[in-house]
Nanobody, 118 residues
Framework: QVQLVESGGGLVQPGGSLRLSCVTSGSILRLSDMAWYRQAPGKQRESVATITSGGTTNYADSVKGRFTISRDNAKNTVYLQMNSLKPEDTAVYYC????????????WGQGTQVTVSS
């Protein structure tokens, strides 16, 4: 069974930084487009940042210039570096691995809570 294991969430003051990590198997990381999503209370889950298997990145407008997604294939890990955090960034953050061609799949982690508050 494929596992995506997130870590790095926590409580941080506005303006602070956190780095989220998502560890998975090496084969999944190499074959997948990886993404971070978030879901705030009472809101729909939204895409925050994506990185394709080829390394192309894309960001939601709300996090551009503040968040950076990266992947380390040697460590089987995807990261989300979050700087200049705002209270509206408070949410549960989820790691996602997706492949749209055979073999197709869509895997999710269990989520990690990020709270931005003074």
């Amino acid at each position: 069974q494929v596992q995506l294991v997130e870590s790095g969430g926590g409580l941080v003051q506005p303006g602070g930084s956190l780095r989220l990590s998502c560890v998975t198997s090496g084969s999944i990381l190499r074959l997948s487009d990886m993404a971070w999503y978030r879901q705030a209370p009472g809101k729909q889950r939204e895409s925050v940042a994506t990185i394709t298997s080829g390394g192309t990145t894309n960001y939601a407008d709300s996090v551009k210039g503040r968040f950076t997604i990266s992947r380390d294939n040697a460590k089987n890990t995807v990261y989300l570096q979050m700087n200049s955090l705002k209270p509206e960034d408070t949410a549960v953050y989820y790691c996602n691995a997706r492949r749209l061609r055979a073999p197709e799949y869509d895997y999710w982690g269990q989520g990690t809570q990020v709270t931005v508050s003074s």
